[in-house]
């Protein structure tokens, strides 16, 4: 029963990294571009969310309305004005300046935030549970798994039954000839930005109801959101959603059998998983 | 006198340090048909990318109805009218069949083409609509790849090279399909290998030798030695 608890808890841990997964799977689907500025972004989220929830003492999961579209509009900026002109055949120049911005984000937060670890004050929420089959389940984490999934769909919806969907998918096939059906690339790869930072918003205000956070925590959840996303195989949501889930699940039950264990062995099943198949294990698009 | 509906004066157009055109002058009217022939790297293709906006141009050297659009983007050219069915079909692998007719539609141009007139027009494209684009044979690309330039109601067209690797029967059933789509006002450019097709359904030819303009005439009376001679630059 403990290991059938490790394993049920692992998944729904899973979905907080399919959240930090998400934004990078699309990233890099539409535009290829490498986003080392993810976590910090995350985790600028949650501080947004902290100023929200302090400035009107609204409940954090409501801050979540606000946060999205403020990300959202940061993402389609920093988009059109900053990263839209590292893109190219290269792959390093978007690498370098992103890894740059995560720097100057880090710098920032610490600037305006202080150092001291905060966490979201979400009152009861942070710690009810219930019983399910013989296991106790946190809301908490539920409530994230569930967000998870009905992002990820929602993601698939837009890309695969709506008309920016469709320019997404366009532009991501063939640049010069979307801008020749009239779709201009750097508005989708904005739109992209906005639609990736979006979920960002999300995943950083359930990260900050979920655990404390400070300005240098970003490295680690672009680390598990990269991991997810290889695991998964580049391009398939749904594949991300596994990937955050197999990594939620190695580091529980690692946990289980040594609690030092815990991160170690989330890296080490992504590591067994990159050696049998290097392209992940869904991979819609080769890289 | 109208403003012609493209009009080229001394176009050159640059790959990094290599001149691929040198001074071309061109003019399209409305309704009309031009036909512009000429050797593998003859600069076709370069002109075509300098019209659609894929390559920036200098001032004034591209007047679409009397405005200078040789420096708007690829975007901003399609919202004016001018559509391009691309060397090589260049259709969208990740796109259905429908889905990459809808994405020529995305100029929101009003007009007579929608998806029920290039399904009456390529009737084949309807029983395909939800295959996969690459799914299909090498003709029935071409028609998605015209349909798909139509959906956007253009003035102008532009193909290039739409024979290019299709058997002699396809390219028979799309010449026979050209009149149908180039009737109503609508100007085009045919950029072909195929001379006498070529010809065939343009009223005026022009023919490029190294990045110029080398012959520039009426296709119905145009010779065939001074075809030969434009082509090949022998006298």
């Not at chain 2, 969208?92 to 009003?110: C, D, H, T, W, Y």
């Not at chain 2, 029967?169 to 195929?194: C, F, H, K, T, W």
């Not at chain 2, 001379?195 to 030798?209: G, H, M, N, P, T």
């Amino acid at each position: 029963m403990d290991w059938l608890n490790a394993i049920v808890q692992g998944t729904l841990l899973g979905g907080l990294y399919a959240l930090f997964a998400a934004g990078l799977s699309l990233i890099f689907g539409v535009m290829r571009l490498v986003n080392i500025a993810h976590g910090d972004l995350i985790v600028l989220a949650a501080y947004l969310g902290l100023t929200v929830t302090t400035a009107t003492g609204i409940h954090p999961l409501l801050a979540i309305v606000v946060v999205v579209p403020v990300m959202a509009a940061i993402g389609y900026v920093l988009q059109r004005g900053l990263l839209n002109q590292t893109l190219g055949d290269d792959l390093l120049p978007p690498l370098l300046v992103t890894f740059g911005l995560s720097v100057i984000i880090q710098n920032a937060l610490l600037e305006g935030y202080t150092a001291d670890p905060q966490k979201l004050a979400a009152g009861n929420l942070e710690t009810a549970s219930f019983a399910f089959g013989g296991l106790t389940l946190g809301v908490l984490p539920v409530l994230t798994f569930s967000f998870a999934i009905a992002v990820i769909w929602g993601l698939q919806w837009i890309f695969y039954c709506t008309a920016l969907g469709r320019a997404f998918r366009a532009v991501s096939d063939n640049q010069d000839i979307a801008q020749l059906m009239g779709l201009n690339r750097r508005h989708i790869f904005g739109l992209a930005m906005a639609l990736a930072l979006a979920v960002t918003a999300i995943a950083g205000i359930l990260l900050g109801i979920r655990t404390s956070f400070d300005p240098s925590g970003g490295g680690g959840r672009l680390i598990f959101g990269f991991e997810a996303v290889i695991i998964g195989g580049l391009g398939n949501l749904w594949g991300t959603l596994a990937g955050g889930v197999i990594l939620g699940v190695a580091q529980t039950v690692g946990a289980k059998i040594d609690p030092g264990w815990q991160i170690l062995s989330g890296h080490i099943a992504f590591l067994l998983i990159l050696a049998v198949r290097p392209n992940g294990l869904f991979p819609r698009i080769s890289a | 006198m109208p403003d012609p509906i493209l009009k080229i004066s001394g176009l050159n157009a640059h790959y990094g340090d290599f001149q691929a055109l040198f001074g071309v002058d061109m003019q399209v009217d409305a309704g009309e048909v031009l036909a512009i022939i000429g050797a593998n790297g003859a600069g076709k293709t370069t002109l075509m990318r300098s019209i659609t906006g894929l390559l920036t141009n200098g001032p004034d050297q591209i007047m679409h109805k009397g405005t200078d659009i040789g420096r708007l983007r690829a975007d901003e050219v399609a919202l004016r009218g001018i559509a391009m069915v691309p060397e090589g079909r260049q259709l969208f692998p990740s796109l259905s069949v429908k889905e990459n007719l809808m994405i020529g539609a995305q100029v929101l141009r009003p007009g007579p083409w929608n998806l029920k007139a290039v399904y009456q027009l390529f009737p084949i494209l309807e029983e395909r609509k939800d295959q996969q684009s690459t799914s299909l044979s090498g003709g029935q690309q071409q028609m998605v790849a015209i349909g798909r330039a139509l959906m956007s109601n253009p003035e102008l067209i532009l193909f290039d090279e739409i024979s290019l690797g299709l058997a002699p029967v396809i390219i028979r059933d799309i010449y026979r399909a050209l009149p149908g789509i180039i009737g109503n006002g609508m100007s085009a450019i045919i950029v072909e290998q195929d001379i006498s097709k070529a010809l065939s359904v343009s009223s005026r030819v022009y023919c490029l030798q190294e990045g110029r303009v080398s012959l520039e005439d009426r296709s119905d009376t145009v010779a065939r030695e001074d075809i030969s001679r434009a082509y090949f630059g022998i006298e």
